[in-house]
């Protein structure tokens, strides 16, 4: 059976997570927390070469990198597909994921470590994300317009990159910029409350509450924080 490493309380993680939900695919899931090397399971360096969750265990040998796990699973189990069918449509697909995550997600993650151990992000830092986040902000609603789902009139990857990357986004605003830049894309919240209730976010939300406390337990103990 698919081995899935990684934890619950990471979006990244919950990309392949969420896809195998959706596509009614069978998998183990494997706990395994950041941080990797000499002090905490330093063989998880064979599984993903930079130590980051999620890594893929196939019968053929591991596979890290949440885009490429993705591709995987989509080619390996056709059925239910998260791609639309036209060439034209999954590259809109692919687009639309790739934006959510180079420009909102890596973005808001440079202050991801600051929102975790409750410090203040150095100010050069806080504006270049400020700036990053309300260029992407106003570029997004050129890319979708939320209506159904985040592209077309199907769910795809496209919806599983916003579910997953877009609530790390609100809270890096809410908690540093003194406002949710997404709450200006027009459709976006009632889209996100849509989508918020699809059992499968609701599985992967509670997942992610529940496993939290592990992980933050797991920060303590390795970094002390
Ligand atoms: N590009 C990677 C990013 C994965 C990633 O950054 N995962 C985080 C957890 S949410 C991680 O493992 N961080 C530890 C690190 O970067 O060393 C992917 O798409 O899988």
């Known amino acids: 059976m698919l081995r899935l490493h990684g934890f619950s309380a990471s979006n990244y993680y919950n990309v392949p997570k969420l896809a195998f939900l959706e596509k009614g695919i069978a998998f ?10 000499p002090k ?29 796990i993705l591709e995987y699973i989509e080619r390996a189990y056709p059925e239910h597909p998260l791609l639309p069918a036209s060439p034209f449509g999954i590259a809109k697909v692919q ?21 975790l151990s409750g410090t203040t992000p150095e100010p050069n830092v806080l504006k270049d994300v400020q700036t990053g986040l309300t260029k992407a902000t106003a570029a997004l609603a050129k890319l979708s317009t939320f209506e159904q789902f985040a592209y077309g009139d199907k769910f795809t990857m496209a919806d599983i990159a916003a579910i997953l990357n877009l609530p790390v986004v609100r809270n890096v605003g809410k908690q540093f910029l003194g406002k949710d830049p997404l709450s200006e894309v027009p459709g976006l919240d009632a889209y996100c409350a849509r989508m918020e209730e699809r059992p499968h976010v609701k599985t992967i939300r509670a997942d992610a509450a529940a496993d939290r406390p592990g992980f933050m337990a797991h920060l303590k103990a390795l970094y002390g924080i």
Not at 28 to 37: D, K, L, P, R
């Open 28 to 37: 183990e899931e494997v706990v395994s927390y950041t941080g990797v090397g």
């Open 40 to 68: 905490y399971k330093p063989e998880y360096l064979d599984k993903s070469p930079l130590g980051k969750v999620p890594a893929l265990e196939t019968e053929e040998g591991f596979i890290s990198e949440s885009r490429a």
């Open 95 to 115: 687009e639309l994921s790739q934006f959510i995550e180079l420009y909102f997600e890596l973005v808001a993650r440079r202050v991801i470590p600051n929102l």
